[in-house]
Each structure stands twice: as C-alpha cells, then as structure tokens.
C-alpha cells in the first residue's frame, strides 16, 4: 500500500519539534500537529503567544533556580515561608511536584540535576556551592529531598558528607518515595506523607 505524502516545509520543522518532547515520537509529534492545525484560532494561536512569553519573560530564580517572570521568584519573595528550612531538589519539576503537596513551608534550592559519574556530572556541573552559600547562619535544617534512584541518592550522601560539620539538621524524605521512584510522578498524598516522616541524613 502506498504511503501517504510527507509533509514538508514549516510542518515538517514543527513536527520534528514536537517529536523532541518527553513522551512524543514521530507518530504522536504528527497527531499533535494535526490536532493544533484543525484548531487554529482556538488552540494554535493562543499556544504560539504562550510560547513566545515565555520565552521572553521566564528565567531561572538566581537564588534558588526556580523559573518565574520575577527575580527573585515568588516563593523565595514570599515572607511567609519558613527561612530556616531549606528543601534541596534535582529540578524544577520536583520542586513543584512538592508545593502541589502543600506540605513544605520553606525554600528551595534546585541543583539542576545528580551527580552521575556515567554521564560525567560532577559536583561543579551542579548548583552545590551555591547551596552552600546560602547556609549563612539563618538555615537550621536542609531537607535533601532528591530522587530514589541510585544517582540521588549519590547526591544527597554527597552534600550530606560536605554539612556534616555545620550546626545544620540534614533530613531526607522517608515512608512514601519508592526506591528508583522520582517525586515528579508521585501523587500529593504520597509526598506530604514523605516531608512528615523525613528523617536524619546519615552523611
């Protein structure tokens, strides 16, 4: 049976876009496609704007790496967040995959990433020392709430290790986060089960 033309041009580029997302190959880049084009005005349009805000007006937190259109960000502006606690993240998408929990009251600090001696990622490739400035005698505990999996957990013994010596309580999250689990795709009751129990860091 003879296929179908290709698509070219302008489509063809949008659909090789949308087959680079997490999730979407090139039979679900070209359904997408399909689905914004027969929806232009309601669906398409309003999207291009989204995207081009975006683009222009999202930047990573310079204090705690999360992505807002203020710097610093809301919550780190935010006065009624608890100063003395300080949750550390692998990436934005953890951070808030815990504040949809609505069980942490502190601040954040994202690393954007783990170490991973595989994919060469070592401690300068992440935010540690900024991590680490930020302890100026105002954080009394730092939740190392990084993903189960072995290269968090890597992590987390690594920053545990290098506050061993400070005056600061280092926890981990507990009951709830499944070994090779990553928070992103647990649900809230799940989460807020795990910042209840956390637990001391063994460094």
Same mark, same amino acid.
């Given at each position: 049976m003879a296929a179908g033309p290709e698509p070219g041009g302008a489509l063809d580029r949008l659909i090789q876009l949308l087959g680079r997302l997490p999730g979407l190959? /090139?039979? *679900?880049?070209?359904?997408?496609?399909?689905? %914004?084009?027969s929806r232009r005005e309601s669906l398409m349009a309003p999207l291009s704007a989204a995207l081009a805000e975006t683009l222009d007006k999202v930047r990573p937190c310079p204090v705690c790496g999360n992505l807002d259109t203020v710097a610093p960000c809301a919550i780190c502006r935010d006065p009624a967040r608890d100063p003395t606690m300080l949750c550390v993240v692998e990436d934005v998408g953890d951070l808030w995959a815990i504040e949809r929990s609505a069980a942490f009251r502190g601040r954040y600090h994202v690393l954007g990433g783990h170490l991973s001696a595989i994919d060469g990622v070592g401690p300068a490739d992440l935010r540690i020392d900024g991590l680490i400035a930020r302890l100026?005698?105002?954080v009394r505990e730092v939740v190392l709430a990084l993903n189960a999996?072995?290269?968090?957990?890597? @992590? *987390?013994?690594?920053?545990?290790a290098l506050l061993a010596d400070r005056d600061i309580a &280092?926890?981990?999250l507990?009951?709830? &986060? /499944? &070994?090779?689990?990553? $928070?992103?795709?647990?649900?809230?009751? @799940? $989460?807020?089960?795990? %910042?209840r129990a956390r637990r001391p860091s063994e460094g």
């Open positions: 190959g /090139p039979r *679900s880049a070209r359904r997408v496609a399909l689905h %914004l084009l100026d005698g105002t999996t072995v290269d968090g957990q890597t @992590t *987390s013994h690594y920053i545990a &280092v926890t981990r507990a009951h709830g &986060v /499944p &070994v090779g689990g990553e $928070l992103d795709y647990l649900d809230d009751g @799940t $989460l807020a089960a795990a %910042l």
